[in-house]
């Protein structure tokens, strides 16, 4: 660790192996996982079924680079363009990259349609990634600070609010985009209601810009849909993936669809290692798996089995604000700050995390049961009456 470089506030504990919704650590400690690796485990940890086809993979070929042909790479986009009703698939390898092909898409769009000076509608708490644009997209003072001059082009309005964005229309003739997370993650598991996609969906079609769903942490089946817009029946114009969709294997993508779909031509965009041979093939069993196994129906029931059970377990507890989530994304807000909550946590074997400062954050993997479920409720619900009767 000394010479790792000091951009996390690491907990004082390393994982030596795991097994389904469950991790030891090298002191032979065992943890109930319902966090999944920031919602990147999505078939939890040493899957029989990802494990072989990796492990086989591997020993026929790891990478050939974009300068040739990708049978695997073929296959997923073809899968992705199904479920999600899209057009094409550009692979890279981390959110953030998705992220900035979508918005780089966005421009290349405003451009041909003679805008000048693009720019992008965002929403305050979003959160994007953590290169220069995507950092400038997101709606994290915390983030940004220190980072200045940030990249111009966007411009910010509050979640939920289409009058803003509507506003924005009539007098901001730059606007060529609007970038949503349909559950806004690192903001504290806010969902973006029906009415408001479908407005969204209707101005941008009205105005000529793309819609732009960061699906990142949501998309891959956890909201209990292979994608967050499902639930509200529209079609994007640009969806960017990454976290689950490789099971743990680092990828990324972003679809386009319509009039965003074409833009890019060779030299337009790239990526060395996106969509490369291991990559596609964990993703591709990934997908397979969930298909097979019905997951997308359990996050369905296993997530309610959840929220219900905090509900129930934390009913009259002063200093509990929400119980909010889609799926196996969940976040319980509190009336305080509670990071200390991931301490403690472990100190009972459950892996947590908490964000925005007073949402305790839940991300299990897809593959969690309802035993296990009821065991995360039987130690998050105590853990946090505890807390709130101690402040």
Not at 222 to 247: E, M, N, Y
């Amino acid at each position: 660790m000394s010479h790792v470089m000091n951009t996390y506030a690491r907990l004082p504990i390393a994982f030596s192996h795991g097994d389904g919704s469950w991790v030891t650590d090298t002191e032979g400690k065992c943890y109930l996982d319902a966090l999944a690796g920031i919602a990147v485990s999505t078939l939890g940890h040493n899957h029989p079924v990802l494990v072989a086809a990796i492990a086989a993979q591997a020993g026929r070929l790891l990478h050939s680079s974009n300068l040739y042909r990708i049978p695997q790479q073929e296959q997923l986009a073809d899968k992705l363009a199904e479920l999600a009703g899209m057009d094409e698939v550009f692979f890279c390898n981390s959110g953030c990259e998705a992220n900035e092909a979508a918005i780089k898409l966005a421009r290349f769009h405003g451009h041909r349609q003679g805008v000048e000076r693009p720019a992008i509608v965002v929403m305050e708490k979003a959160f994007h990634g953590r290169t220069m644009a995507t950092l400038s997209a997101t709606g994290n003072r915390k983030a940004q600070a220190g980072f200045e001059p940030l990249v111009s082009g966007f411009v910010r309005v509050p979640y939920n609010d289409l009058e803003a964005i509507q506003a924005i229309a009539r007098t901001n003739h730059n606007v060529v985009a609007v970038m949503l997370e349909i559950i806004q993650g690192e903001g504290g598991i806010n969902i973006a209601d029906v009415d408001f996609q479908r407005g969204l969906r209707a101005l941008c079609d009205e105005k000529g810009w793309l819609l732009i769903c960061d699906e990142v942490q949501c998309g891959t089946g956890r909201t209990g849909s292979w994608f967050g817009f499902q639930h509200s029946g529209i079609r994007p114009d640009v969806v960017t993936l990454a976290k689950g969709l490789g099971g743990g294997v680092p990828i990324g993508a972003c679809l386009a669809a319509g009039k965003a779909a074409g833009l890019f031509k060779p030299g337009k965009h790239g990526s060395t290692f996106g969509g490369n041979q291991l990559a596609t093939t964990a993703a591709l069993t990934t997908i397979a798996v969930i298909e097979e196994n019905g997951l997308i129906d359990s996050a369905v029931a296993v997530g309610r089995l959840i929220r219900e059970g905090l509900a129930q377990s934390l009913a009259g507890c002063a200093g509990v604000v929400d119980i909010r989530g889609q799926g196996l994304m969940i976040g319980i807000e509190l009336d305080r700050p509670c990071g200390e909550l991931v301490s403690r946590a472990l100190d009972v074997g459950l892996l947590i995390n908490v964000t925005a400062d007073k949402v305790v954050r839940l991300l299990p993997p897809l593959t969690f049961s309802a035993d296990e479920a009821r065991e995360l409720v039987s130690r998050l619900a105590a853990l946090i009456g505890d807390f709130l009767a101690t402040r």
